[in-house]
Nanobody, 117 residues
Framework: QVQLVESGGGLVQAGGSLRLSCAAS????????VGWYRQAPGKQRELVAA???????NYAGSVKGRFTISRDYAKNTVYLQMNSLKAEDTAVYYC???????????WGQGTQVTVSS
């Protein structure tokens, strides 16, 4: 089992920055991908960014060039640096770890990000 705890959300003005953190504990040696999702009110949850085994990264088109995902293996922590935030980035952000082939298996509780325009 893997436990994930997010932190770093909050209220920020448009154009500002936030860094989200996701601390992992438990059996993470078999994890092959880590990611950040978000869900805005009335919308489906969407993948924001992910790191796949081997180190390649994927980003949603709406955040490319503004958000950066990174992983600190020594600290078992995944980060999402969010710059040039927009009102449409307002959502609950979740980190997720995957040990299978397709779906993410483990989820954090979510952290609220609110961007005021």
């Amino acid at each position: 089992q893997v436990q994930l705890v997010e932190s770093g959300g909050g209220l920020v003005q448009a154009g500002g920055s936030l860094r989200l953190s996701c601390a992992a504990s438990g059996s993470i040696f078999s994890i092959n991908a880590v990611g950040w999702y978000r869900q805005a009110p009335g919308k489906q949850r969407e993948l924001v960014a992910a790191i796949i085994s081997g180190g390649s990264t994927n980003y949603a088109g709406s955040v490319k060039g503004r958000f950066t995902i990174s992983r600190d293996y020594a600290k078992n922590t995944v980060y999402l640096q969010m710059n040039s935030l927009k009102a449409e980035d307002t959502a609950v952000y979740y980190c997720a770890f995957r040990e299978g082939r397709y779906e993410f298996d483990y989820w954090g509780q979510g952290t609220q990000v609110t961007v005021s325009s």
